[in-house]
């Protein structure tokens, strides 16, 4: 059993930076960042495989990164340039398999496997 735990949410103003960070007890290959805002479906945000290759939504690239420390079991999220439409609950996921499982090019919610209790990010606009 994988348990995984997310802090680094926040309310920030729009413009700044926020990391998040998702501590795991045991790591898996393939790991993501989900969120869901408010009256939204959850949608992928950004996964990273056991490859290290990474992907992410039309709507945070260029702005996030995903990025993991194997020694630590720990999954980041730099968000910066935050923007009022990031705002949402943001969930760690993970799939054990060496690459995630992907529909449309992004991390399939269906085969995530394990999830955060998820972290709250709020950008003011």
């Known amino acids: 059993q994988v348990q995984l735990v997310e802090s680094g949410g926040d309310s920030v103003q729009a413009g700044g930076s926020l990391r998040l960070s998702c501590a795991a007890s045991v790591f898996t290959s393939c790991m993501g960042w989900f969120r869901q805002g408010p009256g939204m479906e959850r949608e992928a945000v950004a996964h990273?495989?056991?490859?290290?290759?990474?992907k992410y939504a039309d709507a945070v690239k260029g702005r996030f990164t995903i990025s993991r420390d194997n020694t630590k079991n720990t999954l980041y999220l730099q968000m910066n340039n935050l923007k009022a439409e990031d705002t949402a609950m943001y969930f760690c996921a993970a799939e054990s398999a060496a690459s995630c499982t992907v529909i449309g090019g992004l991390f399939s919610a269906a085969y995530v496997e394990y999830w955060g209790q998820g972290t709250q990010v709020t950008v003011s606009s």
């Open positions: 990273i495989n056991g490859d290290g290759s990474t």
